[in-house]
């Protein structure tokens, strides 16, 4: 009995925010059972916040948390509305081979 199970390849994904000013920048999606933070690297370089995590190849909602306060993300066009009435961010996760 053989079973082939398809590897899903996890990729890297760095998200960078150059004008977002706060103190505390968080995101939580689909990727992270919208918890924020949850298994998320965060680097703040001069001024630059970067998010970085692994996920599954395809297209992710998320949102922002700044200073506390959920939001779409301001850097990003791609959303779609939620069902809470507010806007989420879209995020694509290519396949690479």
């Known amino acids: 009995m053989k079973e082939h199970a398809e590897q899903i390849r996890l990729q890297m994904v760095v998200l960078t925010f150059d ?3 706060c103190h505390r ?5 689909d990727f992270n059972d ?3 933070d949850r298994d998320i690297e ?8 970067q998010k970085v995590f692994t996920a599954e190849p395809g297209v992710y909602e998320y949102r922002l948390v700044i200073d506390g306060k ?6 990003n066009p791609a959303e779609i509305p939620n069902e809470l009435g ?4 879209l995020l694509q996760v290519p396949v690479h081979h």
């Open 19 to 21: 004008d977002i000013e």
């Open 25 to 29: 920048l968080q995101i939580a999606g």
């Open 34 to 36: 919208w918890i924020p």
């Open 42 to 49: 965060t680097r703040h370089i001069n001024g630059h916040w």
């Open 70 to 75: 959920w939001q779409a993300d301001p850097t």
């Open 86 to 89: 507010g806007i989420n961010s």
